[in-house]
């Protein structure tokens, strides 16, 4: 059973330009995480997913950022526009419909650098 | 909203001792799982140890066990003999329980060096 996968591993994006994160989660799995981690600190949570849903955008910032996960194919985050303070590494973990500890398994992370 | 405190940025063992990383956290639920994380130079999360709030009994995994302590919103964890595979930043986490998959709220994360 593969695990969570994300691409790409690392993404070089120019100030002004679009970047798309892709995450396949676990096979089973309907919940989709994804967290920012910037230099020198911990994961910040920015969205939950459900297929076709999103269930808590609470973490998003309010502008630039949107975030899908369609009924087929990856969940998308997607940063229009990228600024310099978006260089962070962006990681997304998935979790089953039912989880006695609702555990959360993690992708290796996309680093995104903004120049 | 909850927090959790890693007071400790920067920590060092020496090969086959103990170290004790410390956690403290702050929310008004009742329910809810607290984990420690190890994310090595490759960046990869992994689950090292995870307690339910409504467990007394301390967690524990191999050389891994925590300290949970509900009243003090406690949750340290220990690693004995430690191993130069166990340098690595360390984070704590706290996750409400709901009926519904929730969001993992992360302190800063403590830098573990193992030396030899």
């Known amino acids: 059973n593969a695990g969570v996968m994300q691409n790409p591993r690392h993404l070089v994006r120019r100030r002004g330009q679009e970047a798309r994160l892709r995450c396949s989660p676990m096979k089973g799995h309907s919940h989709v995480y994804w967290y920012r981690q910037l230099p020198e600190e911990g994961l910040k949570f920015m969205v939950y997913l459900q297929k076709e849903n999103i269930i808590d955008e609470s973490g998003m910032p309010k502008e630039r950022f949107s975030a899908e996960f369609p009924k087929e194919g990856p969940s998308i985050l997607r940063i229009q526009q990228v600024v310099r303070g978006d260089s962070a590494a962006y990681f997304c973990a998935s979790s089953p419909k039912y989880s006695l500890y609702n555990e959360q398994f993690f992708g290796p992370g996309t680093r995104l650098t903004v120049l | 909203a909850q927090t959790v405190t890693q007071s400790q940025p920067e920590m060092s063992v020496q090969e086959a001792e103990t170290v004790t990383l410390s956690c403290t956290y702050d929310?008004?639920?009742?329910?809810?799982?607290l984990f420690w994380y190890k994310q090595p130079p490759s960046r990869q999360m992994i689950l090292v140890i995870r307690?339910?709030?409504?467990?007394?009994q301390n967690a524990t995994e191999n050389r891994f066990s925590v300290n949970f302590q509900k009243a003090a919103k406690s949750f340290s964890l220990k690693i004995s003999d430690s191993q130069l595979g166990d340098t690595a930043m360390y984070f704590c986490a706290f996750m409400k329980q709901g009926e519904y998959g929730n969001k993992l709220v992360f302190g800063a994360g403590t830098i573990l060096r193992v030396k030899s």
């Open positions: 307690q339910e709030a409504y467990k007394q």
């Open positions: 929310t008004s639920e009742n329910n809810y799982y």
